[in-house]
């Protein structure tokens, strides 16, 4: 019989599998009806996460895209507007959830290369009280954006100009801690500017389903009542809690390794001549690459050989708890055999 070698899947930080000591925990997990507030996994998770971000209360979801819509529902309302990157999750990834559900329109603004938005262009757009306008309420950031880390003295204009406007400020951070692991400074650093903040427990944290929102009581108490009405009220979830409080308490410093492995990744693949990787912008665990090649046969090669990534030309490859330091030297070493067989 053919032994398949393990598949390296580089696609997303999402496809990570519960470790058998997760599970462990998963399977010891209390639990109770979280609709009547009596999971105490949950509880726990939710009072660790806000312990761990610098808030006073959190929630926990199925996903980052309901904790990003919880945002935006429990800082604006109907016709309200929400200031946002042009290439952000919580524009262009979530179907326009925002609109479709909960009548806020996004203001879109393009990033500026290093993942942050101009600040001058923000205020730009902020717009006056008048009767022509939507009422611009809320300022959204991402951090890390497409894997780049958000300079902190940034983090600081950025919540001044959101004061001196009255607008609630909102973070996307899926991947806060990947932030935090790179600039070597307690997550709080980064968390302690925004109003609310979504973080995903399912990507680099290596949980298998959710995300939190942490907030102040009363927009988590609002937080609360917005999820129930769009369905995502659970109820024994607290076997899915216990592998977030076990994300929580062990995943984070090892983000390190999968940041150490995207930068070898980018370097190796940045010998091939085919491959056009700007590695200024390679900061934590992604690597995004132009490459010169028929893409269907590349990753159909790629795929026969147990590696999996996406079939975009402009290329993004992500690392987590499940790619080890070998498996990196073997994936450069198996788009270096591709490009070697088509010369
Ligand atoms: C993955 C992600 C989310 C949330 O996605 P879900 O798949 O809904 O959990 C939000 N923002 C960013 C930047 C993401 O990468």
Not at 165 to 170: A, D, E, G, M, V
Not at 213 to 237: D, E, P
Request: overall charge neutral; hydrophobic content about 40%.
């Amino acid at each position: 019989m053919k032994i398949m070698k393990k598949q390296i899947d580089l696609r997303s930080d999402t496809v990570t599998k519960p470790s058998t000591a997760m599970k462990k925990a998963m399977m010891a997990a209390k639990v109770g009806d979280d609709v009547y507030g009596e999971d105490p996994t949950i509880n726990e998770l939710e009072a660790l996460a806000a312990n761990m971000l610098g808030t006073q209360d959190s929630i926990f979801c199925a996903s980052g895209t309901q904790t990003n819509l919880l945002a935006l529902m429990t800082h604006c309302e109907r016709g309200d507007e929400y200031i946002v990157g042009q290439h952000a999750h919580t524009y262009k990834y979530e179907g326009g959830g925002a609109a479709v559900l909960a009548s806020i329109q996004p203001q879109p603004l393009d990033f500026e290369e290093d993942g942050t938005l101009n600040l001058e262009k923000v205020s730009q757009f902020i717009k006056p009280d008048d009767i022509h306008f939507a009422n611009t309420k809320l300022l959204c950031l991402e951090n890390t954006q497409a894997g780049k880390v958000l300079p902190l003295d940034y983090l600081e204009k950025a919540k001044k100009l959101a004061d001196n406007n009255r607008l609630s400020f909102h973070l996307d951070g899926a991947r806060v801690f990947n932030a935090a692991v790179k600039l070597k400074v307690n997550v709080k650093e980064i968390t302690k500017y925004f109003d609310t903040i979504s973080c995903c427990l399912s990507k680099g944290l290596g949980a298998p389903v959710g995300s939190v929102l942490c907030g102040s009581k009363k927009q988590i108490k609002k937080a609360r009542r917005w999820r129930k009405v769009l369905g995502g009220g659970m109820r024994q979830a607290g076997f899915l809690a216990g592998a977030g409080i076990y994300a929580l308490l062990n995943n984070i410093e090892r983000m390190e390794q999968d940041h150490i492995n995207a930068l070898a990744l980018a370097k190796g693949l940045s010998e091939i001549k085919d491959i056009h990787i700007n590695m200024k912008i390679v900061q934590t665990n992604m690597v995004f690459a132009d490459i010169n090649a028929d893409m269907f046969n590349l990753c159909n090669f790629l795929k026969q050989k147990g590696v999996v990534i996406g079939t975009s030309s402009h290329l993004r490859l992500v690392t987590h708890l499940d790619i080890s330091k070998d498996d990196i030297d073997y994936t450069i070493q198996t788009f270096k055999d591709f490009f070697t067989s088509n010369d």
